[in-house]
């Protein structure tokens, strides 16, 4: 693609100058830039560029809404199991529809075959560039990382586990005391329900986050990242990593082997609640570590409580019902187009008179048909776009419906799964007590029989009725903590039921959600097939309008009293 280094107008790669100024075009560094991707996507400026590929800043041409579109490089492309994961980004993070998590409004090819995704428009910065500037308040950090929790909270409820949490994947606003939390980058995410990517013994995330199960398995669940916000919590309240080494082994090892740090440790002032908060989700052991996200959530909200600090708002549960469709195409090229014959036409009348040549004529003529002709590609192009804003609303308020469903069941089932754990350890402890009541009465019988040795056939010995009334209570106490153990074990085995229950329920919406997405997908398809189609057409007649016009206006330019209106063309353009 080239663009004349004047006005700035694009041009198909054929062309040699522009038709508004006489300038010679030039090669376009990024060839996207300028152009419309999918018929809605125009594309602004680049923001930002790493290994996987360019991220842009661009904008719905229906809607008028900023975006990010994220096109990875035809190096990665190339990869099918990167391909596979820069799928599962867009896939992972638009189903879970949570104010916390960045949303995803689309995702496809590009033309060239390069895998796309569109995404928000974040403001603010990585919670990494916050923590440059050292530990957070309390008033500060426990609101983010009560956002944090929400979100994860959310993406487990639909089986997402992350994988990769850091605070580079996670993006902050903060406006004053008040923040705003989108966790980033679900790239390596993985559900639950998806065959895996990862070859065995192939590690992916940052080891300064990783639980120690993440080192030894790939199958590591939502534990590994409650791990993780254990980590990212110390760092932010204490400025630093609670395990830090100068390579990747060293800290491995510091996360397999090294005592959790404790934040008062650090001479920090903190609550104790939160300080062992922070080191139970920092546990070995993934079964130490908090039951859920949502348990997190709610430890949070309650430490916040008692600070008197104030937790940020839930989010609001309603679906918005009264979207519509734009009604018609907003001011674009065509406009502009018509204002052009419009030139053209008075130039030739000030260069002619009024009998211009015939082959002048038919040039204004065919541009004008082109013009229309564009105009009603554009115009089905414009309908078929509403089908698709259309789908897309609906399927967005059916995320929004699945996901507040799924947060009243989470903090259901964290609670049954909290307390299921809670009558399970009381079961243990009490069936370990009746094992030390078993043994106390084994002892007491071994004093018995010496003692009834001793005695023979002459007086009992001193201390056999008291041994003999330690057995009874012994015996005794054994019964009320077997009976207490059948009893806890009771309550647990009903708790487990409630557990199962609940998660069922879960289960059955992610398969709602499923066949929602599956349903909305299909219907999708067709629709933006015929888009994409109509786009092409329209743009292969809009570059030959550029054509056309060029072979118009380069006589012209010999007319000195066009000058002016040429000077005009260029303003508009």
């Given at each position: 693609m080239k663009s004349c280094?004047?006005?700035?107008?694009?041009?198909?790669?054929?062309?040699?100058?522009?038709?508004?100024?006489?300038?010679?075009?030039?090669?376009?560094?990024?060839?996207r830039l300028g152009t419309v991707l999918a018929g809605r996507y125009l594309i602004e400026r680049v923001l930002a560029e790493g290994g996987m590929g360019?991220?842009?800043?661009?904008?719905?041409?229906?809607?008028?809404?900023?975006?990010?579109?994220k096109i990875m490089s035809a190096t990665h492309s190339r990869n099918k199991v990167v391909r596979e994961r820069f799928r599962r980004e867009a896939k992972a993070a638009q189903q879970l529809a949570h104010p916390n998590i960045i949303e995803i409004f689309d995702q496809g090819e590009t033309d060239d075959g390069m895998p796309y995704l569109v995404m928000e428009l974040l403001e603010g910065e990585p919670l990494s560039e916050v923590l440059k500037r050292g530990p957070m308040q309390l008033p500060v950090a426990l609101p983010i990382l009560i956002q944090i929790a929400r979100a994860l909270a959310r993406a487990h409820d639909f089986d997402v586990i992350h994988r990769d949490l850091k605070p580079d994947n996670i993006f902050i606003r903060i406006d004053g005391t008040q923040s705003t939390v989108k966790l980033l980058d679900f790239g390596i995410a993985r559900s639950l329900h998806e065959q895996r990517l990862t070859a065995q013994g192939e590690v992916f995330g940052s080891p300064q986050y990783m639980a120690p199960e993440r080192f030894s398995s790939i199958d590591a669940g939502a534990a590994a990242d409650l791990y993780a916000v254990g980590v990212i919590a110390f760092e932010m309240l204490a400025g630093r990593l609670p395990f830090g080494a100068e390579d990747v082994g060293a800290i491995l090892v510091q996360h397999l082997t090294a005592p959790v740090p404790s934040l008062a440790e650090q001479g920090l002032s903190v609550p104790p609640q939160l300080d062992a908060l922070v080191r139970a989700l920092m546990a070995k052991a993934p079964t130490e570590r908090p039951v859920d996200a949502h348990r997190v959530h709610a430890e949070l909200v309650e430490i916040c409580n008692g600070l008197h600090i104030a937790p940020p708002t839930e989010p609001d549960k309603t679906v918005a019902e009264d979207w519509e469709p734009p009604k018609s195409l907003p001011p674009t090229a065509l406009d502009r187009w018509a204002r052009r014959i419009l030139t053209f036409e008075q130039m030739l009348r000030t260069a002619y008179g009024p009998s211009p040549p015939a082959a002048m004529r038919r040039l204004v003529d065919r541009i004008r048909e082109q013009v229309d002709d564009v105009r009603f590609l554009r115009s089905q192009e414009a309908a078929e776009q509403d089908k698709l804003e259309v789908i897309e609303a609906r399927e967005r308020e059916g995320r929004q419906r699945f996901g507040f469903a799924a947060d009243a069941l989470g903090v259901d089932v964290s609670r049954a799964r909290n307390e299921a754990r809670q009558a399970h350890l009381?079961?243990?402890?009490?069936?370990?007590h009746s094992t030390l009541h078993a043994?106390?009465?084994?002892?007491?019988?071994?004093e018995i029989r010496a003692l009834e040795e001793q005695a023979g056939a002459g007086a009992p010995p001193d201390g056999l009725a008291v041994?003999?009334?330690?057995?009874?209570?012994?015996?005794?106490?054994w019964q009320r903590t077997?009976?207490?153990?059948?009893?806890?074990?009771?309550r647990?085995?009903?708790?487990?039921?409630?557990?199962?229950?609940?998660?069922?329920?879960?289960?059955?919406?992610?398969?709602?959600?499923?066949?929602?997405?599956?349903?909305?997908?299909?219907?999708?398809?067709?629709?933006?097939?015929?888009?994409?189609?109509?786009?092409?057409?329209?743009?292969?007649l809009q570059n030959d309008l550029l054509q056309l016009a060029t072979e118009l206006c380069t006589p012209l330019r010999s007319f000195p009293a066009l000058a002016p209106m040429f000077l005009e063309l260029e303003a508009d353009g």
């Open positions: 280094p004047r006005c700035n107008l694009r041009y198909p790669d054929s062309s040699t100058s522009c038709f508004l100024d006489g300038s010679a075009l030039v090669q376009v560094v990024d060839p360019v991220v842009y800043v661009a904008r719905h041409r229906l809607v008028d809404r900023p975006c990010a579109v009381d079961a243990a402890a009490a069936a370990s043994s106390r009465l084994r002892q007491l019988q071994s041994a003999y009334r330690s057995a009874a209570d012994e015996i005794d106490a077997l009976l207490e153990t059948a009893s806890m074990r009771q647990a085995d009903q708790a487990d039921r409630i557990v199962v229950d609940l998660e069922y329920q879960i289960q059955e919406l992610r398969a709602g959600l499923t066949r929602l997405e599956q349903s909305s997908e299909r219907e999708r398809a067709q629709v933006e097939a015929t888009v994409i189609e109509l786009g092409r057409r329209a743009e292969t």
